[in-house]
T-cell receptor, first 112, second 111 residues
Framework: ELKVEQNPLFLSMQEGKNYTIYCNYS?????LYWYRQDPGKSLESLFV?????AVKQEGRLMASLDTKARLSTLHITAAVHDLSATYFCAVAPRFGNEKLTFGTGTRLTIIP | DSGVTQTPKHLITATGQRVTLRCSPR?????VYWYQQSLDQGLQFLIQ???????AKGNILERFSAQQFPDLHSELNLSSLELGDSALYFCASSGSPYEQYFGPGTRLTVT
């Protein structure tokens, strides 16, 4: 059974600082996703990573994927308050199976 | 706005009752997915439909059922409701294996 672990669960950081959220998964995967969720809201797609070594960046967020280590990271650069949210990684096991298994989420709070 | 719509936004009902949640996918998307988000279980995949046919099943209780209609909208039926069924229920749709677009969710409260 595919398991997805995220850490940390909670992260409180000051504006302007850098930090990384880690996502480990237990079996071979074709696709890894990062989503953002604001309180009481839906999930907003941030990145889809499809291959080993894939790196994608959008603004202050950068995601990378190492399929050999079964690890993805979401790096936050020079955090700003607007990035406060819960971030989820999710894994789809293989093409033809689009069922997403989600991590526990990382609640990120950016302190001014 | 993802283009996926869900109704109702909120639903409050009593234990033992039955409810139906509705989802309209993005225009042209053939796949619909249902997920449950609760404090103790996190985000869990329930079921997927593709062009009217069940494609994949996750941790969906026997009391729950779903279907996708010819116009591609989907309904999730929850029966014999228990307190533990209180959760946010999300529908997602996709037109390719690479993306899933989530709707705004239905918050179900069972009292």
């Amino acid at each position: 059974e595919l398991k997805v672990e995220q850490n940390p669960l909670f992260l409180s950081m000051q504006e302007g600082k850098n930090y990384t959220i880690y996502c480990n998964y237990s079996t071979t995967s074709d696709r890894l996703y990062w989503y953002r969720q604001d309180p009481g809201k839906s999930l907003e797609s941030l990145f889809v990573l499809l291959s080993n070594g894939a790196v994608k960046q959008e603004g202050r967020l950068m995601a990378s994927l190492d399929t050999k280590a079964r690890l993805s990271t979401l790096h936050i650069t020079a955090a700003v308050h607007d990035l406060s949210a819960t971030y989820f990684c999710a894994v789809a096991p293989r093409f033809g199976n689009e069922k997403l298994t989600f991590g526990t989420g990382t609640r990120l709070t950016i302190i001014p | 706005d993802s283009g996926v719509t869900q109704t109702p936004k909120h639903l409050i009902t009593a234990t033992g009752q039955r409810v139906t949640l509705r989802c309209s996918p993005r225009s042209g998307d053939l796949s619909v997915y249902w997920y449950q988000q609760s404090l103790d279980q996190g985000l869990q995949f329930l079921i997927q439909y593709y062009n009217g046919e069940e494609r994949a099943k996750g941790n969906i209780l026997e009391r729950f059922s779903a279907q996708q209609f010819p116009d591609l909208h989907s309904e999730l039926n929850l029966s014999s409701l228990e307190l533990g069924d209180s959760a946010l229920y999300f529908c997602a749709s996709s037109g390719s294996p690479y993306e899933q677009y989530f709707g705004p969710g239905t918050r179900l409260t069972v009292t």
